[in-house]
C-alpha cells in the first residue's frame, strides 16, 4: 500500500468521524470525555515518531498519518434511551501521549518488555471489557518495527490491521459490539451507519471519492 492510499484512507476516516461526531451531538449522545472525542493532532506527534524510531525502528505510515491527521478519538459514553447492549465496544484511539508513556516503559527495562512482547507496542485502543469498566485482556496495539505500512493490530479479536479496524468499527456506525445486541435494542443503528458513512460533501474541503468498504464483514467477538 502505498502512502497516497493510506492518506486517503485517513483522510476519508476523518470525515466519517467528523459526521458521527456530529450525529451523535445532535442526537443527545452523553460522551463519557467530552474533550477526547476528537480532540485533533497533538502538535508534539512528530517528535513523539522521531523518539520510537530512535529507541525500536521504524513507526508503520498509517499510524503516523492517523496521528498527523486525526490525532485520536474517543466514542466511549452512552445515551439514555439506547439500551439493549452491554458492550458496545465505542471506536477509540488513544493520543499519542499514551504511546510516548510506554516508550518509557520499553526503556526502563528493554530486555524485559522484549521478552514478553517480542517487539515494541504503540498502544491503540482498550479491550471492549475496559471500555465498560470491566476488567478484561490486553490492549490493542501495533508493532515496531513496521511489519507494513499498515500494520496488524496485536489483541485485536479480528486479526485486522489497524485500517480495517477504523473501517470495522465505522460499519457499525462506531459501535460494533451493536452486532451482538439484543434483538429488541433501541441503538438507531442504521442512523448511525448513514452518519459513518463517506459524506457526500467533504466537511473539511477535501476531496470525497468514497472508500468501498463493501467487503468488510468481520464484527467483534460474541460476548456472553
Not at 529507541?55 to 505510515?61: E, I, N, R, S
Not at 445515551?79 to 458492550?87: I, L, S
Amino acid at each position: 500500500m502505498t502512502p497516497e492510499e493510506i492518506l486517503l484512507r485517513i483522510q476519508q476516516t476523518k470525515r466519517r468521524l467528523e459526521s458521527l461526531r456530529n450525529f451523535l451531538e445532535s442526537r443527545g449522545f452523553e460522551f463519557q470525555c467530552p474533550g477526547e472525542v476528537l480532540p485533533g493532532p497533538d502538535l508534539h506527534s512528530p517528535e513523539v515518531m522521531a523518539k520510537i524510531e530512535r529507541a525500536a525502528g521504524q513507526v508503520p505510515d498509517a499510524i503516523r498519518q492517523f496521528y498527523s491527521i486525526i490525532g485520536s478519538v474517543n466514542f466511549n459514553g452512552h445515551h439514555p434511551h439506547w439500551n439493549g447492549c452491554d458492550y458496545p465496544d465505542a471506536l477509540i484511539v488513544f493520543p499519542v501521549v499514551f504511546a510516548e508513556e510506554e516508550l518509557a516503559n520499553f526503556l526502563s527495562d528493554r530486555e524485559e518488555y522484549l521478552g514478553a512482547y517480542g517487539s515494541f507496542r504503540i498502544p491503540v485502543a482498550p479491550d471492549y471489557y475496559h471500555k465498560e469498566g470491566v476488567s478484561g485482556g490486553m490492549w490493542y496495539g501495533v508493532p515496531v518495527p513496521a511489519e507494513s505500512a499498515d500494520p496488524p493490530l496485536l489483541e485485536e479479536p479480528h486479526s485486522t490491521t489497524f485500517l480495517r479496524y477504523l473501517e470495522i468499527a465505522l460499519s457499525w456506525g462506531g459501535f460494533p459490539g451493536l452486532e451482538h445486541a439484543n434483538l429488541n435494542h433501541t441503538w438507531p443503528l442504521s442512523d448511525l451507519g448513514n452518519a459513518a458513512s463517506e459524506p457526500s460533501v467533504p466537511l473539511n474541503g477535501g476531496s470525497a471519492t468514497p472508500w468501498n468498504n463493501s467487503d468488510i464483514t468481520e464484527g467483534p467477538p460474541s460476548v456472553s
